[in-house]
């Protein structure tokens, strides 16, 4: 009976009221699992509540200044070049908010949806490569010089989709390039049938306070954009069978390490 009381509260979602009852024999492993099960579904809801109001914070932004923007235009308070300027500010508001949504899309369909996701052998000599020179034009731009050693995954390959590990990479060096002051380093070896990848920069590194939410949603340092990149990057890593790590170098600057299985294939 008690018991039953307890799987009332998990079915009128009041997860956090849910107590342990102590039995013995198999009503005590499955008081247990109600328990477990009920502190998961607790700890979930208040993510998704966090998350929606993230979002909602994000979304609301770029938002205000578009409507702003779009109602001094149209009433006539802005004037010469300032009309350039309020349009100018609306699409790349646009742009933004675009960006945004993007990537929640992504984030909710890596999430959800087994199809989205097409596993196959990948060479990752091949598609570092492909990122680095897709960053390039950024690195130029900000005068920073990019240190690469990876020639041992040459022949070796990962299961994983490759549009999608190479999004995860390219956010993941994108994070780099905005915090490096002047070198990123990409080294990597094998041992053990482990592949393992690390992204690092000379830059300040990551606060200590933020380095357990770093992956999380919507969490965002100084010159952050959206926050959703490195969460974008741990999903699909772990989709690919892989984990992904940051923390800071004794030299100074963020790393980023990567771990994958050696595809079999």
Known sequence: MRLKEELQKVKGRQFSKVKLVKAGGEIGSVAQTVYDMAGELDRFN??????????????????????????GIRDGIFEGDSVRKGLDIILSESGRLRNIVTEMTLLAKLD????????APVNLNELIQETTERMNPQLVKKGIQLHASYEVLDQISVTADRDKLLQALL??????????????????????????????????????????????????GKDGESGLGLAIARAIVERCGGRITADNRR???????????VSAG
């Open 46 to 71: 208040s993510a998704q509540k966090q998350f929606f109001q993230n979002a909602s914070h994000e979304l609301k932004s770029p938002l205000m200044s578009i409507a702003g923007y779009a109602e």
């Open 112 to 119: 959800s949806e087994e199809d989205i996701y097409k596993a």
């Open 171 to 220: 956010n993941v060096i994108s994070n780099a390039i905005r915090h490096a002051e002047r070198n990123i380093y990409i080294q990597a070896n094998v041992e053990k049938g482990q592949i393992q990848l690390t992204v690092s920069d000379d830059g300040k590194g990551i606060p200590e306070e933020l380095l357990p939410y770093l992956f999380h949603r919507f969490v965002k």
């Open 251 to 261: 030299e100074g600057g963020a790393q980023f390490s990567f771990g994958f299985p």
